[in-house]
């Protein structure tokens, strides 16, 4: 049997390949390369294909059939939070119409499991600084809505296979701030948060810009939970264990480290890591930027035995490290 997972080639979904390919779990990829990169994932089965496509749901159950797919980890999506709030059409055509397509081939098919990246966007702008899974969502632009109408279309669906008497388990995993390299190969490309920008401006001579440090937080900087990739790699393994043990209790789960960072705290990270001597610009605060948002890890650590192993240092050296940028001594 193979798990299936969307959006493969790209920086989250080709780290879970490599651990699954890893413990010698067959894979077939689906992804369209709108931001994924084939050499992540050469030499393994792929169906190139937009998941959002009229012709998706057919072209997915034949891959289901012919590669005796038991499981789906769907990762596939747009993730530009600004992209999101200029195009949402875009983005609910994609985000929503892929997950369609693909709990109507699960049911068309009648897979047991599926694992879902949501994210932390589904919790908007919180009034505390810890979230807990319970908390109500109000995601405050259409990528987050896009999440959290994910999930809701996963508990329907979930609800109609127990009426009908079938199986279906599934678990949404609510990413925080996910950085890092597990492999230097696989590291994230886009350049579109914090420590990629961060590295990006160093190499090109440029001081960080930090947005707002007049927030109620010590250093008056936005604290984020960031989980290394590979940690949050492993979550995925084990979310797929817990549906194969009938774990059924919770299916959302927040995904984090428990322990919060403000920006300049990252930042000076940087510059222990890289050796270089850091003055950050002051920018303005940037819009819908929550104060403090950090990941309550009660559930996943009780429920999925899983716990983040790498702290902010190893998640700044692979950065680091997979931008070539890690000084000659400290190779
Ligand atoms: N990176 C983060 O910080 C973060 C945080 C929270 C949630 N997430 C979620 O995790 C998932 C993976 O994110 P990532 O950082 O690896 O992004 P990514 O852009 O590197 O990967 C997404 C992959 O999906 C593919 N894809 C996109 N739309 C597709 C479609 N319609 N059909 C087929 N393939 C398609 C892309 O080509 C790419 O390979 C996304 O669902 C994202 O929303 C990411
Ligand atoms: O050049 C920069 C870039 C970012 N920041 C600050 O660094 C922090 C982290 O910013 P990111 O853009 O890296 O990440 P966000 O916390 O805004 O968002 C990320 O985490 C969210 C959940 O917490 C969602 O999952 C979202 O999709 C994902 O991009 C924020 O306070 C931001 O204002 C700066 O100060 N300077």
């Known amino acids: 049997m193979a798990v299936l997972v969307t959006g493969g080639a790209g920086y989250i979904g080709s780290h879970v390949v490599r651990l699954l390919a890893e413990r010698g779990d067959d894979v077939l990829v689906v992804d369209d390369f709108s931001t994924g990169i084939g050499a992540r994932v050469e030499g393994l089965p792929v169906v190139n294909l937009d998941l959002a496509a009229s012709d998706a749901e057919e072209r997915l159950v034949s891959a289901i059939k012919e590669h005796s797919v038991d499981s ?168 797929l264990d817990y549906m194969k043990v009938g774990g059924t209790t919770e299916t959302v789960f927040n995904v984090g480290t428990g322990t919060g960072a403000s920006v300049k705290e990252v930042i000076d990270t940087i510059a222990e890591v890289t050796g270089r001597d850091i003055v950050p610009d002051m920018g303005e605060r940037r819009a819908g930027d929550p104060p403090a948002l950090v990941a309550d890890v009660t559930r996943i650590s009780a429920l999925l035995s899983w716990k983040a192993e790498f702290g902010l240092e190893e998640i700044v050296r692979s950065a680091v490290e997979a931008a070539e940028m890690l000084p000659d001594q400290k190779r």
């Open 72 to 239: 789906i980890i769907h990762f596939a999506a747009k993730k530009q939070v600004g992209e999101s709030v200029e195009e949402p059409v875009m983005y609910f055509r994609q985000n929503i119409g892929a997950l369609t397509n693909i709990l109507a081939a699960v049911e068309a098919t009648g897979i047991e499991s599926l694992v879902f990246s949501s994210s932390a966007a589904t919790y908007g702008m919180p009034d505390v600084d810890m979230v807990a899974e319970d908390l109500g969502c109000r995601p405050i632009n259409p990528y987050g809505q896009t999440k959290l109408i994910g999930e809701w279309m996963i508990d329907n669906q979930i609800a109609a296979s127990q009426m009908r008497g079938a199986t279906f388990n599934a678990v949404k995993l609510r990413y925080f701030n996910v950085a890092g390299a597990g492999w230097n190969e696989l590291a994230d490309t886009a350049v579109m948060n914090l420590i990629p920008i961060v590295l990006e401006r160093l190499k090109d001579g440029k001081a960080p810009i930090i947005f707002g440090d007049d927030y109620d937080t010590p250093d008056g900087t936005c604290i984020r939970d960031y989980v290394h990739v590979k940690d949050l790699a492993e979550a995925h393994i084990a979310a």
